[in-house]
């Protein structure tokens, strides 16, 4: 069994900066995926970008490119989804999900394992 906390929401200002932590419990092995997905009011969930447990770098969906970036810390059992130059539009609460290698890795139903997601609110 995994259990996955996230951590590191909150309210922001348009430009500023967050660091969203994805701490994992339990049996995770080399071979697992960590996606983080987010889904704001009214809309659909939204891939937002993974790294697999034994890779170097994490991949983030083109419409966050070059403002998100995704790392992990093995040795803490650690996800991090750094986000930089926050806009209003990514308001939504995040989650962070996982499993043994995901069939597709945009796909949020490819994933057992959610967290209990963490609310991040950007103000204009």
């Known amino acids: 069994q995994v259990q996955l906390v996230e951590s590191g929401g909150g309210l922001v200002q348009a430009g500023g900066s967050l660091r969203l932590s994805c701490a994992a419990s339990?049996?995770?092995?080399?071979?697992?995926?960590v996606g983080w997905f987010r889904q704001a009011p009214g809309k659909e969930r939204e891939f937002v970008g993974y790294?697999?447990?034994?890779?170097?770098?994490?991949y983030i969906a083109d419409p966050m490119r070059g403002r998100f970036s995704i790392t992990k810390d093995n040795a803490k059992n650690s996800v991090y989804l750094q986000m930089n130059s926050l806009k209003p539009e990514d308001t939504a609460v995040y989650y962070c999900?996982?499993?043994?290698?995901?069939?597709?890795?945009?796909?949020?139903?490819?994933?057992?394992?959610w967290g209990q997601g963490t609310q991040v609110t950007v103000s204009s």
């Open positions: 999900a996982a499993d043994f290698n995901p069939p597709f890795y945009h796909d949020g139903g490819g994933y057992r394992y």
């Open positions: 339990g049996q995770i092995i080399s071979s697992w995926a």
């Open positions: 790294i697999r447990w034994i890779g170097e770098s994490g």
